[in-house]
Structures are given as structure tokens and as C-alpha cells.
């Protein structure tokens, strides 16, 4: 099965990355870590989610002692780092070169409409585009509409095989929740007809549409186009008799509904070759079924005028398809005031610029509270220093001076300038490869959030590939800057990098394996709670997505809300793996290291400082995901931007 296949895929790459880090952090003796730190250290979780070195940096502890602590192990230690820095690379190098074929497989297949010139426009021209067609128009009426959709998806194969893998897609969802689906896409792709059938009928500047001649002329080409490209079907012809005599007299092209062969006319055999005379139960459901056998059309000669007998209720209703959606229900079925949408694949300039306004946001966001992650760093490398952030800010600047603050500010913007350009487009990428490639189209439909969830940790491994040197070099600025306070940030990279001649540049990636776990659960959480949150709010308000400033405040809120939650699922993963770093024996795995902790700690202990952790998260985030939002919108790549419209030209004969 195809899914299987995209399962074990994923599981077996985020498997790898999980068990390498494990193996480093679990079986590295004390030695060894302080080898590879060149410093001891701790590994705590940043607010938003990254991880920090907390470095106690006292100078009693040199490159050379410490090479000499375990020199016969240090072979082992390289390796193992080196398998998990390249299995990284190789993952990343792979979907790199992968994001070339992984455009949209969304069925296609509606551009082979027999009718018509259909393509997939973009959304957003396409809505420019669009007539301004009320929805109960009466030049189109609805019921025409959405009973001419019946008649494609029942005798064009392109409509057809299109409808079929829409259908498969929704195989796995609960009845209730399948159907929904289905009447959603159905009403949109009438609307798509709809449209295509307005521009059609109205001619060049609406031209038509003040002339009744006019209109019936421009329906009898339909008509006779109809009957060249699908009369050869069994019941073909007697469904189009019965499509035209649901048109106002007015608009009913009689001439030509005449010169329709009456013993075909009258013949039985559609609707799938039902035999039924009435309808079925699930005709509201089923949009492949058309008028049962005993509805025909028939000719009144004082109105000069078909009509279809016996006569049937063609209701039209306004409903509500979804919040902020207005739709037509008929008795063929809705009619949405949307046309039909797809997702579009991402070209290299898209993605670009999804990565200009992911690392504009988030370094942005960042430097704004470069001041308070100064302070916070060093109340966690100088503990019972400073009481608060506030005394902590005041001493800092006392004794240091008002610069101080902004220790770590090249690393700071560099690193989460990298954050933002690769987790953002990261993510946007994964979560469509994964969808359309690695799984069936109704595994993917039905498992939509856990896709969001493993395109979320995949994102962030790459993020953490960056982040983690220059988080690195951003600690040792902030903790010991007589050091590194001139050194700039290339030059205290250098630094690290030369404390082990043998590790080398390797030596930056001390803290790897740790921080890509704590970014991996907070990282696929956020980006899923901010979606959810998003959609939840717009539900509530549709209003909100018709003003920038509004859908940037459901931005802002889904944000907060995000940061939060992630801060939740998180927490007990970094009080784990930040009471594994301090342990003192520093032979503890993750596992024994949580037993042992809710052993001495309680469970409670799992969640020490959650509620401000997950208040500097939420205003970080939110900060994040606002900016990046505007940037979007500015480099127009927001919304409709990146969905497709199926947009119709009737191909007619005329």
C-alpha cells in the first residue's frame, strides 16, 4: 500500500534522527561530554521552543585536561555524532532534490472536460476575473447549473473519473463527515460551471443579457453542443431534454429542443440504468444520479414551451455552506458562491519567499527581546545571582553598562534568521510531499493533522541543523563576554571550534541531539495549533478573513494560542532532558532519567515554570507567525495567492 510505504518512510527517518541523539546523550560518560562541550554545561529549552547551553564557564577546565580524560573513546564518540549529522544531511539533501517532482496531484482531470476549455487558474485573478453572478441569477438558474454538473459527472469521463478519486479521497472519513465533503466539492465545482457558463451566456461586457433573443441563442448553441459530444450515450438525449426544460420559457431554446428525436426522448436507460420511477433515497447524496425514468419533457403549446412532467419542486434556498460562504441549495443538489479550489504546487521562487518572510519574522520578533534573553541566560548560567529579571537587568547594566543587554546580538539575528528561512518553507514543503506523494489521497484526507505533525518535526530538524552553533556561539557571548565580546560571531565560532583539534567544527554540535528533540515535539505542535486555531476563529468570525488588519489579529491570537499549547506538550520533555544534562553521574538516558526524576520530584516536577514558559512562548510566537503573515502579504503569496480556481471557456459550436 502506498501509504504503508510513506509511513514507514517518515517513522524510519524521524526514527533515526530520535536514536541517534539518544546515543549520544545516554551512553557519553561525563568525560566525553565535557570533551565535547570543551566547558561543562547545560542544555535548557528556550521559551519558543529552542534549546540553550547554559555554560558555567570558570577556567578550571582546559581543551588539553580534557582531551586527556578519555582519548580512547573519542573515535566512538566522533562517529556517532558523525552518523547523525550526516543522516540529517542525506534526509535534507534528498527532499531538497525531491521538491522538483512533488507538485499537487490533484486530479487533473477535469481539464479534459469535453464541454469546454477547463484550466486552474489562480485563485486569487480568477475571483478578479470572475462575473459578479448573483447566485440565484435567473440567466443561469441553479437548478440548470447544478443538474448540468449531474448530467458531466454521469457522461463526461474526464467529470467522471475526477468525481470518482474525489470520492476515494473521502473513503476514510467518518459517513457523516465523507458526505459533508463530497456536497462541498460538488457545490463548488457547479459554481465553477456556473461562471463559466455566465461568461458564456451574457456574452463579451454582459452584452446579452438584456435581450431574451440573445440569451436563447447562445442556449441553443449549448444545447447542440451537448448533443454533438454526448448524445451517443444511452439516455443521453433525454437527460439533455430534460436539462433545457428546466430553463425559464423565456431562455428555453424550443427550436432546437424540437428537432430532439422523440423515441429517444422517451426512451428509459439513465440514471445508471436504474429502473426505479421515483427517486431514490439517496438522490440528495449521490450527484452521479439524474430524474428517475418517469420524468420526460413535455411540449405545452400554449406557452410554446417544454415543461417537465410530472412536475417536480425545483426549490432554490440560500444556506450557509460554511461560515463566511453563501451557497444555493436545489433539488439537484448546492450551488456555492465559491468556485472550486485546489492548492497549487510551490515553485523555488515561493518557497524563497516563504523563507524571506519565515526568517524576516522570527529575527524580527527576536531581536525585540534580546535584552530579556541576555538576562535570562545569565540567571540560568549564574544561578541565585540575581533576583528577577528586573535586579537582573539592573546589575547587568550597573556593572557592565547599557550594552551589555545586547550581548549575542549577531548570533541571535543570524540564528533565528536561519530558523525562520528554513522551518517555515520547510514546512510548507513536507506537508505537501508527504500529502500527495508518500501517501493515497484518502490517507492523507483522513490522517491531515498527524501530516501536519510530522511535516512540523521534519521542519524542525532542518531548523535545528543551523540553529545549533550559532545558539551555541550566542551562549558563550552572553556568558563569559571578555572572551567573546570582541570575537564577533565567526571569530567565536572559530574559538569553539579550535578548543579539540580532533572534534573541530564538530565541537559546536554538542548540543544537537538534545535540542533537535525539544524542537522536534515543540516545532510539530506549533504549526499544527496555529492552523487549527486559525480555522477555529475564522469559523466563529468569517467576517475576520475580509480586512487585513483583522486576519492579522486572528494571526497574532492563533500565534499566542500556538506558542502556548506548545509550551504544554513540551514542558515534560524539557524538564526531562535538562534534568538528564545536570545529573551528576552523566551516565543517564532519557528514560531513566525521567523515572528517576518523578521518583525524587514528584510528577509535578515534569511541569516546574510551565505558566511562564508558556507566556513567553505565546508572545514569541505570536510575534512569529504575525510578521510572517504580513511579509506574505506583502510579497503576495497569502491565501488565495497560493490555491488554484478551476476556471471554464465553453468550447461550443457556434
Not at 507538485?103 to 478578479?128: F, I, P, R
Not at 459554481?191 to 461568461?199: E, V
Amino acid at each position: 500500500m502506498k501509504e504503508s510505504a510513506g509511513r514507514r518512510i517518515i517513522i524510519s527517518f524521524v526514527a533515526v534522527l530520535f536514536v541517534s541523539g539518544h546515543v549520544v546523550t545516554s551512553f557519553t560518560p561525563t568525560g566525553q561530554r565535557t570533551l565535547l562541550a570543551s566547558t561543562p554545561c547545560t542544555l535548557h529549552l528556550n521559551h519558543d521552543g529552542v534549546s540553550e547551553l547554559d555554560i558555567d564557564i570558570d577556567g578550571s577546565s582546559s581543551s588539553t585536561e580534557a582531551t586527556q580524560n578519555v582519548p580512547s573513546e573519542l573515535t566512538s564518540i566522533s562517529d556517532r555524532r558523525s552518523m547523525l549529522l550526516s543522516t540529517s544531511a542525506v534526509a535534507l539533501t534528498s527532499f531538497a532534490a525531491l521538491s522538483m517532482s512533488s507538485a499537487s496531484s490533484a486530479a487533473e482531470t477535469l481539464e479534459e472536460l469535453s464541454l469546454g476549455d477547463a484550466k486552474w487558474d489562480n485563485a486569487a485573478d480568477a475571483v478578479l476575473q470572475s462575473p459578479s453572478i448573483p447566485l440565484c441569477a435567473r440567466i443561469v438558474p441553479p437548478s440548470f447549473a447544478t443538474y448540468l454538473a449531474r448530467f458531466l459527472l454521469h457522461y463526461d469521463e474526464g467529470a467522471l473519473r475526477w468525481w470518482e478519486k474525489q470520492a476515494d479521497s473521502f473513503s476514510l472519513l467518518a459517513s457523516y463527515e465523507a458526505k459533508k465533503r463530497e456536497s462541498k466539492s460538488f457545490s463548488s465545482y457547479t459554481s465553477s460551471i456556473q461562471k463559466g457558463l455566465y461568461r458564456h451566456i451574457s456574452g463579451e461586457n454582459e452584452s446579452n443579457i438584456k435581450s431574451y433573443s440573445k440569451v436563447r441563442t447562445q442556449y441553443s448553441y449549448l444545447l447542440t453542443s451537448l448533443v454533438d459530444k454526448y448524445g451517443s450515450e444511452e439516455g443521453a438525449i433525454r437527460d439533455i431534454g430534460l436539462l433545457f426544460a428546466i430553463l425559464p420559457p423565456v431562455y428555453q431554446p424550443t427550436e432546437e429542443m424540437m428537432k430532439l428525436d422523440k423515441g429517444v426522448i422517451t426512451k428509459t436507460g439513465s440514471n445508471k440504468g436504474s429502473k426505479l420511477d421515483n427517486f431514490t433515497p439517496n438522490f440528495q447524496e449521490n450527484f452521479t444520479l439524474l430524474l428517475p425514468n418517469k420524468y420526460q419533457m413535455q411540449y405545452n403549446g400554449i406557452e410554446k414551451s417544454y415543461t417537465i412532467t410530472p412536475k417536480i419542486n425545483l426549490f432554490e434556498i440560500e444556506i450557509s455552506e460554511e461560515p463566511g460562504v453563501k451557497a444555493i441549495s436545489t433539488t439537484f443538489g448546492p450551488l456555492s458562491s465559491k468556485p472550486l479550489l485546489r492548492e497549487r504546487s510551490l515553485s523555488l521562487d515561493i518557497y524563497a519567499l516563504l523563507g524571506i518572510s519565515g526568517g524576516a519574522g522570527c529575527a524580527l520578533t527576536h531581536t525585540l527581546v534580546i535584552p530579556l534573553d541576555v538576562v535570562k541566560t545569565r540567571m540560568q548560567t549564574n544561578p541565585g545571582e540575581y533576583n528577577g529579571v528586573f535586579d537582573g537587568a539592573a546589575t547587568i547594566t550597573r556593572e557592565e553598562g547599557i550594552g551589555a543587554l545586547l550581548l549575542g546580538t549577531q548570533a541571535t539575528i543570524v540564528g533565528y534568521l536561519w530558523y525562520g528561512i528554513s522551518v517555515y518553507p520547510s514546512y510548507a514543503f513536507f506537508k505537501r510531499f508527504i500529502a500527495s506523494t508518500l501517501m493515497s489521497p484518502a490517507f492523507a484526507v483522513a490522517h491531515a493533522n498527524d501530516v501536519a505533525l510530522v511535516a512540523g518535526a521534519l521542519a524542525s530538524v532542518i531548523a535545528s541543523l543551523g540553529l545549533t552553533p550559532l545558539e551555541a556561539c550566542r551562549i558563550r557571548a552572553v556568558a563569559q563576554p571578555e572572551i567573546y565580546r570582541d570575537a564577533g560571531l565567526i571569530g567565536t565560532g572559530k574559538i569553539i571550534a579550535s578548543e579539540n583539534d580532533q572534534l573541530g567544527w564538530k565541537t559546536l554540535y554538542a548540543g544537537l541531539p538534545s535540542l533537535m528533540i525539544r524542537q522536534v515535539i515543540f516545532g510539530s505542535v506549533k504549526f499544527l495549533a496555529f492552523e487549527r486555531a486559525s480555522e477555529a476563529i475564522f469559523s466563529i468570525h468569517p467576517e475576520f478573513r475580509e480586512a487585513t488588519v483583522t486576519a492579522l489579529g486572528v494571526s497574532l491570537v492563533a500565534g499566542g494560542i500556538s506558542g502556548a499549547l506548545s509550551s504544554v506538550v513540551s514542558q515534560p520533555a524539557d524538564s526531562v532532558l535538562t534534568y538528564v544534562a545536570k545529573d551528576s553521574g552523566g551516565n543517564l538516558g532519557v528514560f531513566d532519567g525521567a523515572r528517576k526524576m518523578i521518583r525524587e520530584e514528584g510528577v509535578k516536577s515534569l511541569f516546574n515554570g510551565l505558566g511562564s514558559r508558556c507566556v513567553w512562548a505565546g508572545c514569541i510566537i505570536a510575534g512569529q507567525f504575525l510578521l510572517y503573515d504580513v511579509f506574505r502579504a506583502a510579497f503576495g503569496i497569502t491565501g488565495e495567492d497560493l490555491n488554484q480556481a478551476l476556471t471554464l471557456t465553453l468550447d461550443l459550436n457556434n
